[in-house]
């Protein structure tokens, strides 16, 4: 089978600072995890392969076609950036709607494939409300729908769960899930392990602009297990909270963190925990408003790595 | 609740739909634009600087009304809008073109799209320029309302006068944003360049009587509004041509200014320069790397 993304001995340099170090790389069909550390050089590598940035060095291909000012290509690209940023005053369905229009796509066209896009990814209720006034996950959701809007054969997903709740997070990967099974081709990048394990056997893991290993998911698993993982949660009954994951076996550590109302627990089976962490948010008084993994965690992990 | 749902559609109608770069995506980015300016903040602050040369007519005529209409006119529509608030706009919304956008961080959404990136810049810069002529007509008009009404002056001829000011008035803020907008593919300081630019040569330069007003938007526009209109006023029974004094030109021994361009090659510099300067800002683009920051940092 042929590769979707292609990258070829690249370099990007941003002045005296390196985004990304001689990468090359074949990425196949199907869904594929993207793992790193932030300044791992995630974002940038996305970046190339959607033709925003020229690499310094080496080429980059999509679909067999150079990327670098080809904007005939996004014609089956979509993006989903990482950046939580809108034009706040459109509503939801007006902005995937502009999107599609700026694809090409006439008024009517747009507007059909904009209603399609938003049903997609469960936004239809609100997708006449501002955009300024949308939940993080509801942000992300919309993002996704304008990435999706022109039926794009390749989807770049930059860091599609961060900041959401569970259930978003959930959803977003149901649907990431699903475009898998559609047929396309989907690479998504995170800094969380169990995030992309859920959505892809597939991953690459790049550190400090290099390619650190690619293939399947369970062999990198056993190195990185042996280490805990920091997982943040923030809710309003935080101190509850603490005391409900204490109880859990496999949780080592939680420290409470009152100024951002939140805790962050160690454990060293975060898949246990994740799974957990649904039925937890739906006890009375414990609705999480936000869920992530500490950055610095994982850059333990890739240290650990590296080391290995 | 499934993605398959765009993927049903026939394949021939899909590629249709993405046909890309065409009037669709250029109506838009147009219309997009437009409305960025209307939802911003800025129209409404210049609306008001706007309001300054209206509420002067209005006072200067309650508190002197001897002052003649056409030294009014030509103190207010044809020295403070040009020198002051034409470059103000043409600087507020051009430099912003594509800063606004990277620095709102909705860049992205633009350079994904099947668009070239000059194209996303010329129909911006279409879009500013929309913006600016419309902002700046509406308020000359409410200028020369403010200065003329009630005046024994005929309705047709200030009518005239009128149109004659917002066509110059819309040539000037055109050849300031064409600029300003090329500017700001340079550099993030537009702002202060550009008022440093407006201050020193549009405003100290081109009031000198040396060849470099000639490479200035200020000196064509008042050669324009001097060849085609008429500011001789009576102040005391003296007789005197207002703009020939304020704009250093030399009527005295030139008196039909035959060693400045004619009212011609003034319409047709303006207008080559803005055209030029567009297509340097849309060549520019097209190889420009738009850097879009993102939470990671790049």
């Not at chain 1, 790193?36 to 690499?55: E, F, H, V, W, Y």
């Not at chain 1, 390749?154 to 959930?170: C, M, N, S, Y």
């Not at chain 1, 989907?186 to 995030?195: A, F, G, N, T, Y």
């Amino acid at each position: 089978m042929k590769p979707i993304v292609v990258f070829h001995e690249v370099s990007k340099w941003y002045g005296n600072v390196i985004g990304i170090n001689k990468l090359s790389i074949s990425i196949p069909a199907g869904v594929t995890g993207l793992l790193g550390p932030n300044g791992a050089g995630k974002s940038t590598l996305l970046q190339l392969a959607t033709g925003q940035l020229c690499p310094s060095q080496g080429s980059v291909r999509v679909l067999e076609q150079e990327v670098w000012n080809n904007p005939g290509l996004n014609r089956y690209i979509g993006l989903c950036p990482e950046q939580d940023a809108f034009y706040e005053w459109m509503t939801g369905l007006d902005f995937v709607q502009t999107c599609a229009r700026l694809s090409g796509m006439n008024q009517s066209a747009s507007k059909e494939a904009a209603e399609r896009a938003i049903y997609s990814v469960g936004m239809t209720k609100n997708s006449r409300r501002a955009i300024r006034g949308y939940s993080k996950g509801m942000r992300q959701r919309i993002k996704l729908a304008q990435a999706l809007v022109h039926d794009p054969e390749v989807l770049f997903l930059d860091e599609p769960l961060t900041g959401t709740d569970p259930v978003a997070r959930r959803d977003l990967m149901d649907i990431v899930l699903r475009l898998g099974a559609g047929g396309k081709s989907v690479l998504v990048s995170s800094h969380v392990l169990h995030e992309v394990q859920s959505l892809t056997p597939n991953i690459i893991l790049l550190n400090r602009g290099r390619l650190l290993a690619e293939g399947h998911v369970r062999q990198i698993r056993e190195l990185i297990d042996k280490h805990p993982h920091q997982i943040v949660l923030i809710c309003d009954e935080y101190r509850k909270l603490a005391g409900r994951v204490l109880a859990w076996d496999d949780v080592e550590s939680v420290r409470v963190m009152p100024r951002e109302r939140g805790v962050t627990v160690e454990t060293r089976s975060p898949d246990a925990f994740y799974q957990r962490l649904p039925a937890l948010a739906l006890e009375p008084g414990l609705a999480l408003n936000e869920v992530y993994s500490d950055d610095d965690n994982l850059e333990a992990v890739f240290k650990y790595l590296v080391n290995a | 609740m499934t993605v398959t749902a765009i993927s049903d559609m026939p394949q021939s109608d899909r590629l249709a739909r993405t046909s890309g770069f065409g009037l669709s995506a250029i109506s838009a980015m147009f219309g997009l634009t437009i409305r960025q300016h209307l939802n911003g903040k800025r129209w409404m602050v210049l609306a008001g600087l706007f309001l300054l040369p209206v509420g002067l007519a209005i006072l200067i005529r309650a508190v002197s009304p001897d002052v003649p209409h056409r030294l009014l006119e030509f103190l207010l529509a044809f020295m403070f809008i040009p020198q002051a608030l034409l470059p103000l706009v043409a600087l507020v919304y051009a430099s912003g073109i594509i800063q606004d956008e990277q620095e709102d961080q909705t860049l992205t959404y633009l350079l994904v799209r099947p668009l070239p990136k000059w194209s996303i810049y010329v129909v911006k810069l279409l879009g500013t320029l929309t913006t600016a002529v419309l902002l700046t007509s509406m308020f000359t008009i409410l200028t020369y309302i403010a200065v003329y009404i009630g005046s024994p002056e005929g309705a047709g001829s200030v009518v005239t006068r009128c149109l004659k000011a917002v066509g110059i008035h819309s040539l000037a803020v055109i050849s300031y944003s064409c600029l300003f907008g090329l500017l700001s593919l340079f550099t993030r300081y537009t702002l202060i360049i550009g008022i440093l630019y407006t201050a020193l040569v549009e405003g100290l330069l081109a009031n000198l009587p040396f060849g470099i007003r000639l490479a200035t938007v200020i000196y064509y526009t008042r050669l324009i509004a001097y060849r085609s209109l008429d500011f001789i006023v009576n102040v005391h029974g003296h007789t005197t041509n207002a703009s020939a004094n304020a704009w250093q030109l030399d009527v005295r021994n030139d008196p039909n200014l035959l060693e400045h361009p004619s009212l011609r090659s003034c319409l047709m510099i303006l207008a080559g320069a803005s055209i030029l300067l567009t297509f340097v800002g849309a060549a520019m683009c097209s190889r420009c790397e738009f850097r879009v920051k993102t939470p990671g940092g790049n």
